[in-house]
Nanobody
């Protein structure tokens, strides 16, 4: 059992940066594969970044080279640093955790709010 609470969303201009945080309560994040997903109206939910229990990360092609996922094990916080943002990055960003053992790349396609731990999300809006 783990509760996930996101923060750090906001409104930025294209080319700007934001860092999102996901605080976990009840269990250490290192017990789970953890990930960031985004959902925008009219678009499919997209897994953008994940980190497995061994600390190996994986990214969607759409964000590779611009986003970085990391975790602070002492504070039990998962981060997503987003650089060179574009309007296509506008979405509600959710963090997720799952006790199933899998590589980060797999987590991007199989974690789901119906079966994984899922935060309520933080909104990111990028204007032109």
């Amino acid at each position: 059992q783990v509760r996930l609470v996101e923060s750090g969303g906001g409104s930025v201009h294209a080319g700007g940066s934001l860092t999102l945080a996901c605080a976990a309560y009840g269990n250490p994040l290192t017990s789970y594969v953890t990930a960031w997903f985004r959902q925008a109206p009219g678009k499919e939910r997209e897994g953008v970044a994940a980190i497995d229990v061994d600390g190996v990360s994986g990214y969607a092609d759409s964000v590779k080279g611009r986003f970085a996922v990391s975790r602070d094990t002492a504070k039990n916080i998962l981060y997503l640093t987003m650089n060179n943002l574009t309007p296509d990055d506008t979405a509600m960003y959710h963090c997720a955790a799952d006790s199933r053992r899998m590589p980060a790349a797999k987590a991007l396609s199989v974690l789901h709010p119906a079966i994984s731990y899922w935060g309520e999300g933080t909104q990111v809006t990028v204007s032109s």
